[in-house]
């Protein structure tokens, strides 16, 4: 499975930005995928993710009402839609997914990691 996220950029406070993570390879069994970021400086931190065979979603309090993840399984594509963007949301983003259970605060459970796109927020 690989995973490869792209639309990261800079943004003012107050803005909007999508991510979206393409998958390829058995991505067909996954499970949950995820949004992760990580400060410079920081610890990883599960941001949301969506668990594929109910689409059920989860989101760290921090950006609750803010980040909306979404996922297009025709086009193997997660996307992760953030608005209302402030200072401290300004990390590297990454997209995970796991072929098992796996605990959006646990970022060891899950298997796949993409790259990263950077988010700055001024």
């Known amino acids: 499975v690989q995973l490869v996220e792209s639309g990261g950029g800079s943004v003012q406070a107050g803005g909007s930005l999508g991510l979206s993570c393409s998958g390829s390879g058995h991505t067909y069994n996954m499970n949950r995928m995820a949004w992760f970021r990580q400060a410079p400086g920081k610890e990883r931190e599960g941001v949301a993710s969506i668990f594929l065979p109910a689409r059920i979603t989860s989101y760290a309090d921090s950006v609750k009402g803010r980040f909306t993840i979404s996922h297009d399984n025709a086009e193997n594509t997660v996307w992760l839609q953030m608005n209302s963007l402030k200072p401290e949301d300004t990390a590297m983003y990454y997209c995970?997914?796991?072929?098992?259970?796996?605990?959006?605060?646990?970022?060891?459970?899950?298997?796949?990691w993409g790259q990263g796109t950077q988010v700055t927020v001024s």
């Open positions: 995970a997914a796991s072929p098992s259970f796996a605990r959006l605060t646990v970022p060891s459970d899950f298997l796949y």
